[in-house]
């Protein structure tokens, strides 16, 4: 079956304690990228990666880390995690758009990773 | 903030009523996509409009686009109670290779 897998589902944590949250879809998909979701603020993109040792910053970057060290893996790490780092976090990937590249941007998302700072 | 925005932020409606949402967006844009969420789930794909085309139809889904006014509707028919969901819009530009949501509208179809 076709899916992104996140992992844990959920996480209560303390300030300062590194935590990863691990990514992984079977699509073998080019583009990978990590949203938080925030009560009135949406869905806001904090990394992605368009292929393998090629990331890049979003929209809310500060306090995160990410690695593509596979094609198939994208992590998100919070180094020293606070508690404005609380909230919902999704996974997804898109394929690109065969041998013309590009991509058409439709996302194929996780089931969510909901993180408690405390 | 967010790119998009929809209107209305929730809706109420009777099953077998039509839903209306729509969406505007402030950039330029190659598509608009619409996802659906269930209550703390991920989001899921539901139709995909190209900035050329103007209106498109998928099952109980119809989904207009109007890149003058840099908006779009999404019509669900017939709504079922399985319909209650949150709603968003997505923008995606090539060039910036992200896709860009607004801040959704929450469905609720009482049965």
């Known amino acids: 079956e076709a899916q992104v897998t996140q992992n844990p589902r959920y996480l209560i944590t303390v300030t300062g304690k590194k935590l990863t949250v691990t990514c992984s879809q079977n699509m073998n998909h080019e583009y990978m990228s990590w949203y938080r979701q925030d009560p009135g603020l949406g869905l806001r993109q904090i990394y992605y990666s368009m292929n393998v040792e090629v990331t890049d910053k979003g929209d809310v970057p500060e306090g995160y880390k990410v690695s593509r060290k596979e094609k198939r893996n994208f992590p998100l790490i919070l180094e020293s995690p606070s508690p404005n780092q609380t909230s919902l976090y999704f996974c997804a990937s898109s394929p690109h758009l065969g041998t013309s590249g590009g991509l058409t941007g439709e996302l194929f998302f996780g089931e969510g990773s909901r993180l408690t700072v405390l | 903030s967010q790119q998009g925005e929809e209107d209305p932020q929730a809706l109420s409606i009777q099953e077998g009523e039509n839903a209306t949402m729509n969406c505007s967006y402030k950039?330029?844009?190659?598509?608009l996509q619409w996802y659906r969420q269930n209550s703390g789930r991920g989001l899921v794909h539901l139709i995909l409009i190209r900035s050329n085309e103007r209106e498109k139809h998928s099952g109980r889904l119809r989904v207009t686009l109007d890149t003058s006014k840099k908006s779009s509707s999404l019509l669900i028919t017939a709504s079922r109670a399985a319909d209650t969901a949150s709603y968003f819009c997505a923008g995606y530009n090539t060039n910036a290779g992200k896709s860009t949501f607004g801040d959704g509208t929450t469905l609720t179809v009482k049965p």
């Open positions: 950039t330029s844009i190659n598509n």
